[in-house]
């Protein structure tokens, strides 16, 4: 499948000109728009990651466009598929090699493979992100990768291992063990490496998922149009919530007020009561939905359609597909790039920062690398965040910040802000009259016409 390259949104929007005085380039303002002043910045959405089982390979698409941007070779049968917390690492499971492939999320290639054993089927990686879970189905049993090294660290038997599900806390996981004649939930206490316990079952497991809460975990097994309700405390099924016919991957929204599964039969996605376990809502996605994954903010699913080679985006406020992405043949996991692990960079040169106004949905969390390319002390402060941090000479420094609910937050230089040294945070549904209101003297200047 051919890849489709996005536009540059700073070729677009990189023109403007320097006042005098002021060593300022690239990422102004274009006042000569009609109807809107837009900063240099867009917002971005991050990418989203699906393994494409039938061509070898992971799609990589870009959320804020849903568009394919990229697809990157990977060794047969990409089964299983985690992304990092902090966004910066995919892990990729071929189950028709003994591989889990590490791609870096900066670069979107392969940064390493790890040896796990033949014919690796699901992976399932920590809250902390410091342990993937895969689950060798061909070795008889779940190895335990170290995140940090990226090397095995542990292994623990499960006869045919096909999904698994990892506690909040950590501690412990469930594994989908697929052996005829003894079909279970297998139990593992992720600290001691060993097995705990096992809800036996008459039907083979297929996928499971654990509430944010981590009270209750959802499971689906082949023959029973259903999902299941297991109590982990009690190790006991406490529910069943009827679905479509042949439901696969049960997930729940970051927030834990929905709980979602795909209906292969039907190609259907149910949202579901996670409290009261009832079906409150279905809708239509593509041919034999597979996977499921889930953006930060709770609002859109994304679902990997295996039988109609695309990916349904799902706005679970309004239960309406708002987009479908060809992706290539079979398309089976999926992950999304998290929200709060998007990294922005702003330059603090001469007296200024570039880019000085960035744009960012309600709320989104984003990490800022303020890079200081001077030989000057500089600083960034945002009181509405209590953030003071001084920017060593020729130094960085990583802040947290959060786009306000609504309007602008600025930034500013404490040392320099009187010669301009200023910058803001732009809400989506900032009022166009206050943006970039208090950057005169920024060296951002609108451009007349």
């Known amino acids: 499948m051919g890849s489709t390259q996005a536009t540059d949104i700073h070729t677009m929007f990189g023109r403007g000109w320097v006042p005098a005085g002021i060593a300022f380039s690239l990422l102004f303002l274009i006042a000569a728009l009609p109807g809107s002043i837009r900063s240099a910045t867009a917002a971005p959405a991050g990418k989203v990651y699906a ?18 941007l990229r697809t990157l070779p990977i060794p047969p049968g990409p089964h299983g598929l985690v992304i990092t917390p902090d966004g910066r690492k995919v892990y990729v499971s071929s189950d028709g090699a003994s591989t889990v492939s590490v791609i870096d999320t900066s670069s979107d290639r392969v940064s390493t493979g790890i040896e796990v054993g033949k014919a690796p089927h699901g992976l399932s990686i920590s809250n902390d992100g410091s342990v993937v879970l895969a689950a060798v189905f061909g070795a008889d ?15 623990i038997p499960v006869s045919q291992p096909h999904n698994s599900a990892i506690s909040p806390d950590g501690r412990t996981a469930y594994v989908a063990s697929q052996r005829q004649g003894q079909t279970a939930l297998v139990r593992l206490d992720l600290v001691k490496k060993s097995v705990t316990g096992s809800v ?11 509430r944010p809460d981590g009270k209750v975990l959802y499971f689906t097994v082949a023959g029973d149009d259903a999902v299941l309700a297991l109590e982990p405390s009690s190790n ?193 549904n900032a009022d166009p009259s206050a943006r970039h209101a208090g950057l005169s003297g920024s060296g951002i200047r609108r451009r007349n016409k």
Not at 51 to 68: C, H, L, P, W
Not at 141 to 155: E, F, M, N, P, Y
Not at 361 to 387: R, Y
Request: hydrophobic share 40%; glycine share 10%.
């Open 141 to 155: 049993s779940v190895a335990l990768i170290d995140t940090g090294t990226d090397k095995v660290v542990g292994r």
């Open 200 to 210: 036996p079952l008459d039907k083979t497991p297929r996928a499971l998922g654990y």
């Open 236 to 428: 006991k099924v406490i529910a069943r919530v009827p679905v479509g016919a042949s439901p696969h991957h049960p997930l729940f929204t970051p927030d834990g007020r929905s709980g979602l599964v795909v209906s292969q039969g039907p190609g259907t996605l149910e949202i579901l009561d996670p409290v009261n376990h009832s079906v409150k809502g279905t809708v239509k996605v593509g041919s034999a939905p597979h996977w499921i994954a889930a953006s930060s903010n709770s609002r859109t699913a994304y679902v990997t359609n295996e039988g109609s080679g695309d990916v349904s985006v799902v706005d679970l406020d309004r239960r309406a597909v708002v987009a479908t992405i060809p992706v290539g043949n079979a398309p089976r996991k999926i992950a999304v790039q998290p929200v709060a692990a998007m990294g922005r960079t702003v330059k603090a040169g001469d007296y200024y920062f570039k880019p000085a106004s960035l744009d960012g949905k309600p709320g989104q969390k984003v990490t800022l690398t303020i890079e200081n390319e001077t030989a000057t002390l500089h600083n960034v402060s945002i009181p509405e965040l209590h953030i003071d941090t001084d920017i060593p000479p020729n130094g960085k420094v990583d802040i947290e910040v959060a786009f306000p609910p609504s309007g602008t937050v600025r930034f500013f230089c404490k040392f320099h802000s009187a010669i301009g040294m200023k910058g803001e945070l732009l809400s989506a």
């Open 51 to 68: 393994g494409i089982f039938k061509e070898n390979a992971v799609a990589v698409i870009d959320a804020s466009t849903n568009r394919v």
